[in-house]
DNA sequence: AGAGGATGTCGAAGCGCTTCGACAGCTTTC
DNA sequence: GAAAGCTGTCGAAGCGCTTCGACATCCTCT
């Protein structure tokens, strides 16, 4: 393994040179730098982690903590996992992956050990119990997710009440006035996950300023639940011509369903969905969908978290506004 | 920020001895260990990592290289990855998260800063350029696929082989004569990933000792590109009556296609599909299917390279056995 | 009773890096 | 032309931990 030490010898400066070189935080002639680069190449020489962490009290490590569960959403926290990780590298982060499994202490763990700089918390439910932790320790953390009380947390999120909003407003123009949302699975709610609540709270305001009759039902999800939720729907309200989906599995079962009743999509009833853009793609009918921005999401976290981290900017809650791209899943409402 | 230094003093013992409490490499009295528990919980003490690091040249660290790619089986992905994170923890290692865009260069900076003291490499080709460099720094890993040459590798996982053979036995026990093959994207074909071609020769050597004939499609996924794939497939073969589908955004599409053409699933075609769990029994017809054991596949990795860094076990090529899982999509063949 | 072996503890060296203060050799300034 | 200021480089201290050898003690054998 190269060390500092043989870098400097093998360029013929001291040890001290070559740190300022690879660090830029002192001056150094042309002439120096560049013997000093060539040796680096030369002898393939990479800084030690933990010398560098020991010395500097900065690992340059990011934790990512990620929800165990992997009951919704998993290619949206891949999707974000996977951005975090590469504009992390951009800055020179590197991530470190933490389950929920742990618990809270993973906070403490990680805040003591000084293994992460800083950590990026996802999947944050109304009253977390990590962020007692997170405010005493005083980690420097970004969340993604809404926590109902935000005072002192930097949080980046899809604004999902404006994304409520958007969804009825759309069918509303359409012309359609009976509207079922089906949401995620109960336990969602049940847990107080913050997006579904105010996705829920931006349909309802809305909907009620446009003069619209809502009605949500949660659903597991899958095609036999669907099938349950569905026929409850219909029952109770025969002439919903508006459907606002938010729950990637129930997608597919409720187009199948709805075809299979002989309800033609979008010209007897409109699906707005609320989905990564993949699945809207992909469905057996093109989806009119906001987009769940997951790549945004994750590239927004890191670049305030590191933002943080060198001493700039505060806490702040950044909330993505939503689009909605109009596909082939929804029409104007059928004359009565 | 607690020491070692300040919990030596609290517990009036020395430093080294607090270290050896820790470790339990050297015999300590239990009085004196009790001792220096206590202080440690009463100061809440956390082990520095890059001290730690640093003194012993291990940094407790796993990397785990995923790929960029998000176009196919990411909830696979999530669940390896999920699996790897929870097992490693066990073993008192944290995971770190490499995502494939730094490509082959980021063994070499995980190998030479010491970041991590080995790695779990992930869906790896058939002639991956990582490999070279895994044996010529000889980086402990282990690989979650299967590349052409195993040599001086460890590897884990599903016997591809085995699947695709498993899956034609069971339709031929069925009666079915014909079977039509739905495979990946052509891209994945073209990018030589091990698992896609040794499922094929699974399926044909078993197809071919038994008599079958197997026709194979490549198939992007999704209903578009499934539509296209269907209808050649049934121009050419119109009595194939059964279906293998190795592409979960492929899986609901046939389906669909299916019903809408008025076969019905499972009385005039059956369909076995290799697929995670939840997507076989989330699908509108609860699917006969190979299930992709990924959890195991993330812990048995882990284990192996567990093993391997302290120095127990060699190199090893794991194949978990497939298993076939009967549910609603097949039955016997149609009376000719 | 004294040699020899366990057992439990300590001191000190050192892991590879960053960073501070020092300073030699310049240039600028009045 | 001496004082003052830059620039570029170096030496040394120290980050918090592990680990090696040393050394008391206390047992256990003959």
Redesign the pocket.
């Known amino acids: 393994?190269v060390?500092?030490?043989e870098v400097a010898q093998h360029a013929g400066?001291?040890?001290?040179?070559v740190?300022?070189v690879?660090?830029g935080?002192?001056?150094?002639?042309v002439?120096?730098r560049q013997r000093v680069e060539r040796s680096i190449r030369e002898l393939g020489y990479h800084?030690?982690a933990g010398?560098?962490a020991?010395?500097?009290s900065r690992s340059n490590i990011i934790a990512l903590m990620v929800p165990l569960r992997t009951d919704m959403y998993v290619p949206v926290m891949m999707e974000i996992a996977i951005a975090v990780a590469t504009t992390a590298r951009t800055h020179g982060y590197d991530v470190l992956l933490l389950t929920g499994e742990e618990g809270p202490d993973a906070v403490r763990r990680v805040s003591g050990s000084g293994l992460a700089d800083g950590m990026i918390l996802m999947d944050v439910e109304l009253d977390d119990e990590r962020l007692p932790l997170l405010r005493e320790t005083d980690q420097p953390a970004v969340l993604i997710g809404l926590p109902a009380d935000t005072t002192g947390l930097t949080c980046v999120d899809l604004d999902f009440k404006a994304t409520g909003a958007l969804c009825v407003e759309h069918l509303a123009t359409l012309g359609h006035r009976d509207i079922a949302v089906i949401g995620e699975a109960p336990a969602v709610y049940e847990r107080h996950t913050g997006f579904a609540e105010r996705t829920l709270d931006g349909l309802r305001s809305r909907g009620r300023e446009l003069g619209l009759r809502l009605l949500h039902r949660p659903c597991e999800g899958g095609y036999d639940a669907m099938a349950v939720t569905l026929s409850r729907i219909l029952d109770e309200r025969p002439g919903t011509t508006g459907f606002v989906v938010q729950n990637e599995s129930a997608v597919e079962p409720l187009l199948a369903l709805l075809r299979q009743q002989g309800r033609a999509v979008p010209e007897d009833v409109s699906v707005v969905s609320i989905c990564p853009e993949q699945v809207a793609v992909q469905a057996s009918v093109r989806l009119t969908s906001v987009a769940i921005p997951a790549q945004e999401m994750g590239r927004h976290a890191v670049e305030q978290l590191v933002a943080k981290l060198d001493g700039r900017g505060g806490d702040e809650v950044v909330l993505l506004a939503p689009e909605l791209t109009v596909r082939a899943s929804s029409g104007p409402a059928p004359a009565q």
Do not use: C, D, F, G
Not at 25 to 29: A, F, H, L, P, T
């Open positions: 393994m060390t500092l030490a400066v001291s040890a001290s040179t740190s300022y690879l660090s935080k002192r001056s150094i002639s002439t120096t800084p030690n010398a560098r020991l010395a500097s």
